[in-house]
């Protein structure tokens, strides 16, 4: 079965430090991996995915993750955090190639402090 | 901007009410799935479809139901509300057709029902 941990509830940062959100995954096969964002009162709001290829996935908003298979870690970075980044972060995970719908995270609580 | 649309964004009703959550995408999606969202922040899948006539329950043992009568409309109905049902609810889409399981998944912006 697939699985994701996300096993920091809240991460602070300062405003134009460097942010690192953490995940790991389990899964049989090969992963689909994804982030997702979700701002106060919405939905969830499509970040990066990682598929095949390069390791180091860019995305929205300046985010990047790596994608590391010896650890299954798929770590969610920013090289300098702002105040708008706070909101709540999801990891997500997919089995390839079986017919399975993502499985989340428990979601992280991003905190940038001006 | 994702073309997925749930209605209502607020709702509050009383214990024993019947009542609909809308779902609905305009992307021609044929995956279409129902998370349940915890005060405290996890999702839980509960429902989910591969396309027209197709429902599946999720993880989360949910006493609703749901139905999948066309494919852009994936409708959720608790038939008698309680105060357990108090939650979010989120609705999302993605199309699987061509591309091996590559795409991500686009959010409604949910519906915070409150059963009091």
């Known amino acids: 079965a697939q699985s994701v941990a996300q096993p920091e509830d809240q991460v602070n940062v300062a405003e134009g430090n460097p942010l690192t959100v953490k995940c790991t995954y389990s899964v049989s096969g090969n992963p689909y991996l994804f982030w997702y964002v979700q701002y106060p009162n919405r939905g969830l709001q499509f970040l990066l995915k990682y598929i095949t290829g390069d390791n180091l996935v860019k995305g929205s908003y300046g985010f990047e993750a790596e994608f590391n298979k010896s650890q299954t870690s798929f770590h969610l970075k920013k090289p300098s955090a702002l105040v708008s980044d706070s909101a709540l972060y999801f990891c997500?995970?997919?089995?390839?190639?079986?017919?399975?719908?993502?499985?989340f995270g428990k979601g992280t609580r991003l905190s940038v402090i001006a | 901007e994702a073309d997925i649309y749930q209605t209502p964004r607020y709702l509050v009703i009383g214990t024993g009410k019947k009542i609909t959550l809308e779902c609905s995408q305009t992307?021609?999606?044929?995956?279409m799935y129902w998370y349940q969202q915890d005060p405290g922040m996890e999702l839980h899948l509960i429902h989910y479809?591969?396309?027209?006539?197709?429902?599946e329950k999720g993880d989360l043992s949910s006493e609703s139901t749901v139905s999948r009568i066309r494919t852009e409309h994936f409708p959720l109905t608790l038939e008698s509300a309680r105060p357990s049902h108090t939650s979010q609810y989120l609705c999302a889409s993605r199309s699987e057709r061509g591309t091996g399981g590559l795409t991500e998944a686009f959010f409604g912006q949910g519906t915070r029902l409150t059963v009091v």
């Open positions: 997500a995970v997919r089995d390839q190639p079986r017919r399975t719908p993502l499985v």
């Open positions: 479809s591969y396309g027209v006539n197709s429902t």
């Open positions: 992307m021609g999606h044929d995956k």
